[in-house]
């Protein structure tokens, strides 16, 4: 697990161990390159997260793991940075540019987005979920008041498409979690999802 200075680590280590995992708590960039599977965590602002991932050249790691085909999986804020940027308050932050698309404020009557929802599972003939195996119209925690509002990523059938899952509060849809090969990446926070979010975790697990 990725170690840059984002809270709740603890937790999400626990979560992860819970679900089979033998977890290290790094900021060392060879460690995480060579780890069976990366956990991207995250909590709070874009712009800080961005800051401690860079501090420690956390964004090198996340880059050479997926070129070489290597699992990474972001959690919460974890994912928002693997966007090309973020806007918050007016101010414009680079993110890790793993996918293109904006992280932008919830146009919804009120944010923050806090508590249970569903998440709109896509189905695919060509792609298999690996993340909700099981997990059809389970409910998983969410606290967020920005997200991925539009998809830009086109494929065009030259490459797999990846499986984009959403969610909607307050009217408003927007990307709750991602399956693009060996990057994978929730919204929602799993460590404190329950069982559901416990399940997801072993899936992402078993899969390493």
């Known amino acids: 697990m990725l170690d840059y200075g984002s809270g709740n680590l603890r937790s ?29 965590p995250g909590v709070g602002a874009f712009a800080a997260c961005m800051a401690g991932i860079r501090a420690i050249k956390g964004e090198r790691a996340i880059g050479r793991r997926l070129a070489g085909g290597r699992p990474v999986l972001g959690i919460c804020v974890g994912m928002q940075v693997l966007f090309e940027r973020g806007i918050e308050h007016g101010v414009e932050t680079e993110g890790c540019d793993e996918w293109p698309g904006v992280v ?6 009120v944010v923050p987005h806090m508590g249970w929802n569903t998440v709109e599972v896509e189905q695919s003939p060509q792609t298999a979920t690996t993340l909700f ?20 990523l086109r494929t065009d059938g030259r490459t797999r498409a990846p499986l984009v899952h959403w969610a909607e509060h307050g009217g408003d849809r927007f990307v709750a979690a991602v399956e693009n090969g060996p990057l994978a990446a929730t919204q929602f926070h799993p ?16 899969a390493l």
């Open 104 to 109: 932008e404020r919830l146009q919804a009557p």
């Open 191 to 206: 460590e404190k999802s329950g069982d559901a979010g416990a399940a997801l975790l072993r899936n992402w697990v078993r």
């Open 133 to 152: 195996e099981g997990l059809e119209d389970q409910h998983f925690y969410f606290v967020h008041s920005y997200g991925v509002r539009d998809w830009t």
């Open 12 to 40: 999400a280590v626990r979560a992860m161990e819970r679900a089979g995992a033998s977890v290290t708590l790094t900021a060392d960039l060879a460690t995480a390159q060579e780890a069976d599977g990366l956990v991207v």
